[in-house]
């Protein structure tokens, strides 16, 4: 029989198990996927290589393409980049889509949270069009802090402060109400599974103000199995959900918003064109949310599973890779 002293200990041990599954592999945008492959080296100068507590870390520019990256060491992940000629626009189509939670609140924020820096180019965008706002951004590795601001022109200021800690301790800690959440924290090649689960969404949901808008960044059911199950966990915790996807990757964006009018996208279309016509923005808002559109329709598959701290690993195992005796087919 099991001791109180020795169920503390293997209850550690079980988080410490559960934190360690890759659970979501964020996609290459197609458009600089191609810099990612072993073969196309040639034209790479790199910069930087460290094996931090977390990850190892590349930094490389493309010198065709005249960009810079943050990689994992085979080149098929990246964490951040920026054009060397652009370098205060954003690369990534998957962060230009974040941006289209600004239209979903409905006057100016004031205080904004990152979760995951990466190169900081979303933070840096943010901070250059709201000045004004408090910016916090988290980030629980301090090599990417050091890269974003020896390779990346990071900066922080009095109104943009970074936070070397674990996403959800700091949301855990946090006494603030932030009016927007982004939430983009991956370890190389996957989300932490903390990072995921209803509980932890419930935390996120607590610092949003009233009208708050939370932006997350999800790969697509074609490489995440758990595409379906992250729909239904944040659906269990926010009144409505609209995905944005991108059309040159794998990424969706998750806008879920704390309060529970539904927005019709004549609203959103409106206050991207107030927006646009307020801040001038280096790309297009109006266009972007009319040329992606969303979609709040989910079919899901009925044993989809609720994320939730207590999903044991062996059920993580067994929902990747049960047989489908139909077809024959074993799911990878």
Request: hydrophobic share 40%; glycine share 4%.
């Amino acid at each position: 029989m099991l001791t109180n002293r020795g169920r503390r200990a293997l209850k550690g041990a079980f988080f410490a198990l559960l934190l360690a599954i890759p659970l979501l592999a964020p996609a290459l945008p197609t458009s600089e996927a191609h810099a990612a492959r072993k073969g196309d080296r040639a034209e790479e100068r790199v910069l930087y290589t460290k094996n931090s507590l977390y990850q190892y870390l590349v930094v490389a520019d493309d010198l065709q393409k005249q960009e810079r990256y943050i990689y994992n060491s085979k080149r098929d992940y990246m964490q951040g980049g920026t054009s060397l000629k652009h370098p205060d626009a954003l690369l990534f189509e998957y962060t230009r889509l974040s941006f289209i939670a600004l239209a979903f609140l409905d006057r100016t924020p004031k205080k904004v949270l990152f979760v995951g820096l990466g190169a900081g180019s979303m933070p840096r965008w943010f901070h250059r069009y709201y000045p004004k706002a408090k910016v916090d951004a988290v980030e629980i590795d301090p090599e990417i802090f050091k890269i974003a601001k020896k390779y990346f022109s990071f900066r922080e200021d009095e109104r943009m402060k970074v936070h070397i800690m674990d996403g959800r301790r700091f949301i855990k800690r946090s006494r603030e109400k932030y009016d927007m959440v982004f939430l983009d924290a991956y370890q190389t090649d996957y989300i932490p599974f903390h990072l995921t689960t209803v509980e932890f969404l419930k935390e996120v949901r607590r610092i949003l103000a009233d009208d708050g808008v939370v932006a997350s960044n999800i790969v697509s059911e074609r490489r995440n199995k758990y595409f379906y199950a992250m729909i239904k966990t944040y659906v269990e915790v926010f009144p409505h959900l609209y995905i944005y996807k991108a059309l040159h990757s794998e990424n969706n964006i998750f806008i879920a918003p704390a309060y529970g009018k539904k927005k019709k996208p004549e609203d959103i279309r409106a206050r991207a064109r107030q927006l646009e016509g307020e801040k001038s923005f280096d790309f297009d808002l109006p266009s972007l949310n009319d040329y992606y559109g969303y979609y709040t329709f989910f079919k899901m598959p009925p044993d989809t599973p609720l994320l939730t701290d207590d999903f044991a690993p062996v059920n993580l195992y067994r929902y990747m890779g049960v047989e489908e005796n139909k077809g024959g087919r074993k799911a990878r």
